[in-house]
């Protein structure tokens, strides 16, 4: 059974930083893309960043190019985010997700087979 449980939110001011990680179990875990989505209150969920098995393709939304970088460290089953510069349109439940079978990198949410739970991170101005 595919686990994944994310990590690191919390409430931050503006132009501070998060790394939030994602720990993954249940299947061999340097296989599959990876990618992070957020949902705001009353919003659907968007994609954030997008990674490939090996993390050398990556691919992240229009609204966070230059401050966030998606990273995977395969020897401990673990993706991360890090956010710089964070604002407070930031402020959302993250969560991590991978796809079923693919390698390759997908920035649709519906491309994605297995969720974590999402961690709270909130941007105070």
């Known amino acids: 059974q595919v686990q994944l449980v994310e990590s690191g939110g919390g409430l931050v001011q503006a132009g501070g930083s998060l790394r939030l990680s994602c720990a993954a179990s249940?299947?061999?875990?340097?296989?599959?893309?990876m990618g992070w989505f957020r949902q705001a209150p009353g919003k659907e969920r968007d994609v954030v960043a997008a990674?490939?098995?090996?993390?050398?393709?990556?691919y992240y939304a229009d609204s966070v190019k230059g401050r966030f970088t998606i990273s995977r460290d395969n020897a401990k089953n673990t993706v991360y985010l890090q956010i710089n510069s964070l604002e407070p349109a930031d402020t959302a439940v993250y969560y991590c997700?991978?796809?079923?079978?693919?390698?390759?990198?997908?920035?649709?949410?519906?491309?994605?087979?297995?969720w974590g739970r999402g961690t709270q991170v909130t941007i105070t101005s």
């Open positions: 990674i490939n098995w090996s993390g050398g393709l990556t």
């Open positions: 997700a991978t796809r079923d079978r693919a390698s390759n990198p997908s920035m649709t949410v519906q491309d994605h087979a297995y």
């Open positions: 249940g299947r061999s875990f340097s296989r599959y893309a």
